[in-house]
């Protein structure tokens, strides 16, 4: 029975380990195509002597040892939030120390900003790391024949067209090929460089410490410039702990030590070993020069190349996607549009918004840079100073689950002493290409911030609104029901009762009858001076975490007088659909309303600025504006676009200088 089992899960275990090579491992795995050609042929290159070589080949050796192997595949993976990794991840499982613990609302605020900056640092990654991932590999075009130099440039900028241009299509068929192209890729360039290693064999030495540390000492403040080259070993090294839900720690795990890791390590010992060959490397691109330079291996070797970085490039806009609608669903970025493109796999979604950024700011780069070289120098400090941040989470996180400090403080002081040594080290390319990085992750940390302000301040003049308790309208409703008019003296109106079902959407669950009434109800009753029939209030909450099983997605709680609340939870791995929630509760007797009858108002802001507002806080409003009227419309993230039952309510804010309040009178009470 026991081996049984272990053959059941062997046989699970190793396809998600070959599907983990294309995704995982795609951007780490095709940065042996420009990182030594950084390093000795780049704009601070080194001489291809002995003693660069090995302290190069030992710096790249124990950059991948402790950065990859270590930090990320030992360690990092254990901070799984029911199974999802990721940056967002480590936020929601801080969240949910901070619910626990009140006394760290501070440093919790903090560690937020922190995190959030890290996100938008991603964002910055992603746009530099397809651009240079199949510049260099169509580079391998001029390694054949200089007459075609002219080409790269158009031939990068069509790939990258054509891949941006099948997002729409979904990954999910072309997901199934990705690990089998990437098993043929390890092990093409691992075989590259053992005929090299065996010619030279004095390469071996180089996983001695010592040699970088002579090597970093000989160099003194130009060693900067090699740690700006050597951090491209790296690229995609965050991958890792994004995609752990999709494959499992495990499958991580097998995936790196089995064929990724001796891969990677055989292919850099094999380029250095042919820098130390007196035959001069064409154009600098010395991954290219391990290889038979025939035609008939050679154009091979760059098609494959070419696929190798699609891959890579597919597996960040991918994740691209999912850090995007986990923002949204945390409340960290506006609602962009979303499209399902596989009815099996929730997981594979497309932001046409988010790709066509993507696309626009890669052929920008390429055009801009025009070679991977160039290009290099913008890489890395978003990379080293994500890492950075992940470290410090990390150790929060850790410690809540118990984690003893004197084994926790100096791995995680080790860690983030590597991390920033690299931060440091990238920071001398900032004039060189560096501030592109920065610059996007700096105008989407405003956006984000900006955005999670702006709702702040809503729900601020929202909850200021709602001081009438709903025990309030359920009285009023039983008194409707009671006329024989259905019409009653309100105030200084009347209020009647219509025949119809309206749901009402409520920005804050609603559990008994002494919770405030929800803002839509309030200014229904207002304008039209009516009470529904049936009224459901209905509040759609997406939680720190990124699932919520379907038996705890929803609970229904009568207030009386045909008045139902729903509250609704889901995970940030999960988009909400209202018309179907709606009526899997109607087809179990939840609520009682006739669907053709429905109508869900939604509300939508109107924000106005007091003429007295301070400049800074009218910049900031005015730009929240701008984001408002961007995002997706609610109907359309809610999947009510198509729903004819749905209205719109718009809601009056005035912002001024101290607070925020919705500018409708209180007249329904007299």
């Excluded at 390093?39 to 040892?65: C, K």
């Excluded at 991580?252 to 390590?265: E, H, K, T």
């Excluded at 391990?290 to 890579?312: E, G, K, R």
Aim: proline share 5%; aromatic share 10%.
């Amino acid at each position: 029975m026991k081996g049984a089992m272990s053959d059941t899960r062997t046989a699970r275990l190793l396809p998600l380990a070959l599907a983990a090579l294309g995704i995982v491992y795609g951007d780490i795995g095709t940065s042996p195509l420009y990182t030594m050609k950084e390093v000795f042929f780049g704009a601070h290159s080194l001489a291809p002597s002995r003693e660069n070589v090995l302290g190069t080949l030992s710096l790249v050796f124990w950059t991948l040892g402790i950065v990859v192997t270590v930090k990320y595949v030992i360690v990092i993976l254990r901070a799984d939030q029911h199974g999802e990794g990721g940056i967002f991840a480590l936020l929601g499982l801080l969240r949910s120390r901070d619910e626990a613990n009140k006394g760290t609302r501070r440093g919790m605020g903090a560690l937020t900003t922190l995190i959030l900056i890290g996100a938008a640092l991603l964002y910055g990654d992603g746009v530099i790391t397809p651009s240079i991932s199949v510049l260099s590999a169509v580079e391998g075009l001029e390694v054949a024949t200089g007459a075609l130099k002219p080409a790269v440039v158009p031939v990068t900028i069509l790939t990258l067209i054509v891949l941006f241009s099948f997002q729409s299509r979904g990954t999910a068929r072309v997901g199934r090929v990705f690990g089998p192209i990437m098993v043929v890729w390890f092990v093409v360039i691992a075989a590259a460089g053992l005929p090299w290693i065996a010619r030279h064999p004095e390469v071996a030495a180089a996983v001695n410490p010592v040699y970088a540390a002579r090597f970093l000492a000989a160099e003194g403040w130009h060693s900067a410039f090699v740690l700006g080259g050597v951090v491209l070993c790296i690229t995609g090294g965050e991958a890792l702990y994004a995609d752990l839900g999709h494959f499992g720690r495990k499958a991580i795990r097998v995936s790196w030590f089995s064929l990724v890791y001796p891969a990677l390590l055989l292919n850099y010992f094999g380029q250095g070993a042919r820098l130390l060959d007196p035959a001069p490397v064409r154009v600098g691109h010395v991954f290219y020069a391990i290889f038979p330079q025939t035609d008939w291996i050679f154009y091979p070797v760059v098609a494959l190349s070419t696929v190798a970085t699609v891959i890579a490039s597919q597996a960040l806009i991918s994740g691209a996607f999912s850090l995007t609608r986990q923002a949204i669903a945390l409340g960290f970025f506006p609602r962009l549009r979303l499209v399902f493109t596989s009815a099996e796999v929730e997981g594979q979604i497309f932001m046409p918004g988010v790709n066509a950024a993507l696309l626009v700011g890669c052929v920008v780069l390429v055009l801009g840079f025009k070679s991977s070289n160039a290009l290099a120098a913008a890489y890395g400090i978003a990379v080293t100073g994500t890492m950075s941040i992940t470290t410090l989470a990390f150790y929060h996180v850790a410690r809540a689950r118990g984690w003893k400090r004197r084994t926790l403080l100096p791995l995680c002081a080790f860690l983030i002493g590597v991390d920033l040594t690299y931060f440091a080290s990238n920071s001398s390319k900032f004039f060189d290409g560096g501030y592109v990085p920065i610059v996007i992750a700096l105008a989407l940390f405003a956006v984000m911030k900006t955005w999670q302000w702006g709702r702040g301040v809503l729900a601020g003049a929202y909850l200021d609104f709602a001081k009438i308790p709903m025990r309030h309208y359920v009285e009023l409703k039983q008194a409707l029901m009671a006329s024989p008019r259905l019409r009653i003296s309100y105030g200084r109106r009347e209020v009647a009762q219509v025949e119809r079902a309206v749901v009402f959407l409520s920005s804050r669950p609603i559990r008994s009858i002494d919770e405030p009434c929800p803002v839509g109800l309030r200014v229904f009753t207002r304008r039209h001076g009516a009470l529904p029939k049936h009224v459901i209030l209905l509040n759609v909450a997406q939680l720190s975490q990124p699932y919520v099983p379907a038996a705890e997605r929803r609970t229904v709680t009568p207030l009386g007088a045909n008045i139902v609340t729903v509250n609704a939870r889901y995970g940030y791995m999960q988009t909400p659909d209202i018309p179907a929630l709606l009526r899997e509760l109607r087809q179990e007797g939840l609520i009682k309303i006739n669907e053709s009858r429905w109508t869900v108002q939604i509300g939508e802001e109107e924000i106005i600025l007091d003429r007295a507002l301070p400049a800074l806080r009218r910049l900031a409003t005015q730009f929240f504006r701008f984001i408002l009227r961007a995002a997706t419309p609610a109907d359309r993230y809610f999947g009510l676009r198509d729903y004819p039952g749905r209205s719109k309510i718009v809601v009056p804010v005035i912002i001024s200088r101290d607070a925020a309040r919705v500018a409708i009178m209180d007249e329904e009470v007299g």
